[in-house]
Protein backbone atom coordinates (compact mmCIF):
# COMPACT_ATOMS: atom_id res chain seq x y z
CA UNK A 1 0.00 0.00 0.00
CA UNK A 2 1.20 3.66 -0.39
CA UNK A 3 -0.15 7.09 0.76
CA UNK A 4 -1.18 9.18 -2.24
CA UNK A 5 -1.12 13.27 -2.09
CA UNK A 6 -4.16 14.77 -1.74
CA UNK A 7 -5.22 17.33 -4.11
CA UNK A 8 -6.14 20.66 -2.41
CA UNK A 9 -8.46 23.52 -3.31
CA UNK A 10 -8.48 24.77 -5.79
CA UNK A 11 -7.57 21.87 -8.57
CA UNK A 12 -10.36 21.51 -11.54
CA UNK A 13 -10.70 17.37 -11.01
CA UNK A 14 -12.59 18.31 -7.45
CA UNK A 15 -15.18 20.01 -9.29
CA UNK A 16 -15.32 17.32 -12.10
CA UNK A 17 -18.13 14.78 -12.72
CA UNK A 18 -16.31 11.40 -12.36
CA UNK A 19 -16.18 9.04 -14.96
CA UNK A 20 -18.03 5.48 -14.19
CA UNK A 21 -15.39 2.74 -13.17
CA UNK A 22 -15.63 -0.30 -16.12
CA UNK A 23 -12.52 -2.34 -14.92
CA UNK A 24 -13.01 -4.42 -11.47
CA UNK A 25 -8.96 -5.91 -11.62
CA UNK A 26 -6.38 -5.55 -9.27
CA UNK A 27 -5.59 -1.94 -9.94
CA UNK A 28 -8.77 -1.18 -8.86
CA UNK A 29 -8.14 -3.30 -5.58
CA UNK A 30 -4.97 -1.57 -4.96
CA UNK A 31 -6.76 1.84 -5.56
CA UNK A 32 -9.04 1.24 -3.03
CA UNK A 33 -6.42 -0.27 -0.20
CA UNK A 34 -4.22 2.93 -0.97
CA UNK A 35 -6.81 5.33 -0.57
CA UNK A 36 -7.44 3.47 2.67
CA UNK A 37 -3.63 4.30 3.53
CA UNK A 38 -4.27 7.68 2.71
CA UNK A 39 -6.85 8.55 4.32
CA UNK A 40 -6.07 6.96 7.60
CA UNK A 41 -3.03 9.12 7.57
CA UNK A 42 -4.80 12.30 7.05
CA UNK A 43 -6.77 11.67 9.58
CA UNK A 44 -9.99 11.56 7.60
CA UNK A 45 -13.15 9.45 7.66
CA UNK A 46 -13.59 9.46 3.95
CA UNK A 47 -12.17 9.88 0.68
CA UNK A 48 -13.20 10.10 -2.86
CA UNK A 49 -10.35 9.43 -6.11
CA UNK A 50 -11.17 12.85 -7.40
CA UNK A 51 -8.93 13.79 -4.02
CA UNK A 52 -5.99 11.97 -5.34
CA UNK A 53 -6.29 13.02 -8.51
CA UNK A 54 -8.65 10.42 -10.52
CA UNK A 55 -11.14 10.75 -12.79
CA UNK A 56 -13.47 7.82 -11.03
CA UNK A 57 -16.25 7.14 -9.37
CA UNK A 58 -14.73 5.55 -6.34
CA UNK A 59 -14.79 6.32 -2.80
CA UNK A 60 -13.96 4.85 1.03
CA UNK A 61 -15.55 5.72 4.19
CA UNK A 62 -14.61 4.34 7.59
CA UNK A 63 -16.27 5.94 10.42
CA UNK A 64 -15.72 4.99 14.08
CA UNK A 65 -18.34 2.37 15.38
CA UNK A 66 -19.25 0.49 11.76
CA UNK A 67 -17.93 -2.59 10.42
CA UNK A 68 -14.59 -0.73 9.08
CA UNK A 69 -13.97 -0.04 5.42
CA UNK A 70 -16.75 0.64 3.14
CA UNK A 71 -15.61 1.15 -0.63
CA UNK A 72 -18.01 2.46 -2.70
CA UNK A 73 -17.84 2.07 -6.81
CA UNK A 74 -19.90 3.79 -8.88
CA UNK A 75 -22.55 4.63 -5.62
CA UNK A 76 -26.12 6.01 -6.37
CA UNK A 77 -28.18 7.68 -3.12
CA UNK A 78 -31.62 5.56 -3.99
CA UNK A 79 -33.28 7.10 -1.34
CA UNK A 80 -32.82 9.92 1.71
CA UNK A 81 -35.20 11.01 4.37
CA UNK A 82 -34.73 13.11 7.82
CA UNK A 83 -32.14 16.10 8.22
CA UNK A 84 -29.55 16.65 10.15
CA UNK A 85 -27.26 20.02 10.87
CA UNK A 86 -23.25 19.44 11.66
CA UNK A 87 -19.87 20.13 11.22
CA UNK A 88 -17.89 19.19 7.97
CA UNK A 89 -14.48 19.28 6.93
CA UNK A 90 -12.69 18.15 3.91
CA UNK A 91 -9.01 16.82 3.67
CA UNK A 92 -8.49 18.89 0.25
CA UNK A 93 -9.63 21.98 2.53
CA UNK A 94 -7.15 21.77 4.69
CA UNK A 95 -9.04 23.93 8.20
CA UNK A 96 -11.77 24.87 6.33
CA UNK A 97 -15.04 24.14 9.11
CA UNK A 98 -18.40 24.37 8.43
CA UNK A 99 -22.36 23.82 9.31
CA UNK A 100 -23.64 21.37 6.61
CA UNK A 101 -27.41 20.21 6.34
CA UNK A 102 -27.90 16.98 4.93
CA UNK A 103 -30.42 14.13 5.07
CA UNK A 104 -30.13 11.66 8.29
CA UNK A 105 -30.42 8.78 6.52
CA UNK A 106 -29.81 7.42 3.02
CA UNK A 107 -30.19 4.02 1.49
CA UNK A 108 -27.32 3.72 -1.30
CA UNK A 109 -26.47 1.12 -4.20
CA UNK A 110 -22.97 0.63 -5.17
CA UNK A 111 -20.52 -2.11 -6.44
CA UNK A 112 -17.49 -3.33 -4.41
CA UNK A 113 -13.76 -4.10 -5.60
CA UNK A 114 -15.04 -7.19 -7.58
CA UNK A 115 -18.09 -5.51 -9.27
CA UNK A 116 -20.38 -6.49 -7.32
CA UNK A 117 -23.58 -4.86 -6.57
CA UNK A 118 -25.02 -4.32 -2.95
CA UNK A 119 -26.91 -2.08 -0.81
CA UNK A 120 -26.12 -0.36 1.99
CA UNK A 121 -28.50 1.87 4.90
CA UNK A 122 -26.90 4.75 6.89
CA UNK A 123 -27.77 6.90 9.61
CA UNK A 124 -26.60 9.96 11.17
CA UNK A 125 -22.70 10.44 10.91
CA UNK A 126 -22.15 7.38 8.73
CA UNK A 127 -24.92 8.79 6.35
CA UNK A 128 -22.98 12.23 6.19
CA UNK A 129 -19.76 10.70 5.49
CA UNK A 130 -21.39 8.77 2.32
CA UNK A 131 -23.04 11.68 1.03
CA UNK A 132 -20.11 14.03 1.72
CA UNK A 133 -18.13 11.16 -0.56
CA UNK A 134 -20.31 10.33 -3.43
CA UNK A 135 -20.81 14.83 -3.65
CA UNK A 136 -17.22 14.69 -4.34
CA UNK A 137 -17.67 12.10 -7.61
CA UNK A 138 -20.21 14.74 -8.82
CA UNK A 139 -17.78 17.31 -8.37
CA UNK A 140 -20.23 18.99 -5.59
CA UNK A 141 -17.77 20.37 -2.76
CA UNK A 142 -19.51 20.69 0.74
CA UNK A 143 -18.43 24.40 0.59
CA UNK A 144 -21.23 25.11 -1.91
CA UNK A 145 -23.51 23.41 0.94
CA UNK A 146 -22.05 25.31 4.12
CA UNK A 147 -24.61 27.69 6.21
CA UNK A 148 -22.32 28.58 8.67
CA UNK A 149 -18.30 28.66 8.27
CA UNK A 150 -16.49 28.02 11.49
CA UNK A 151 -13.12 28.49 13.41
CA UNK A 152 -11.35 26.38 14.58
CA UNK A 153 -11.48 28.44 17.76
CA UNK A 154 -15.06 27.90 17.67
CA UNK A 155 -14.81 24.17 16.77
CA UNK A 156 -12.53 23.35 19.98
CA UNK A 157 -15.42 25.76 22.33
CA UNK A 158 -17.93 22.92 20.45
CA UNK A 159 -15.46 20.28 21.96
CA UNK A 160 -14.32 19.21 18.60
CA UNK A 161 -10.54 18.45 17.44
Do not use: W
Not at 72 to 82: F, M, Q, R, T
Amino acid sequence: MARLPIVFHPNEILETECQPVTNFDKKLKKLVLDMQETMIEADGVGLAAPQIGKDLQVAVVDVEDHHGLIPLINPVILESKGSQTDVEGCLSFPGVYGEVTRPAYVKVKAQDVKGRFFMIEAHDFLARAIQHEIDHLHGVLFTSKIEKYLTEKELEGMGAE
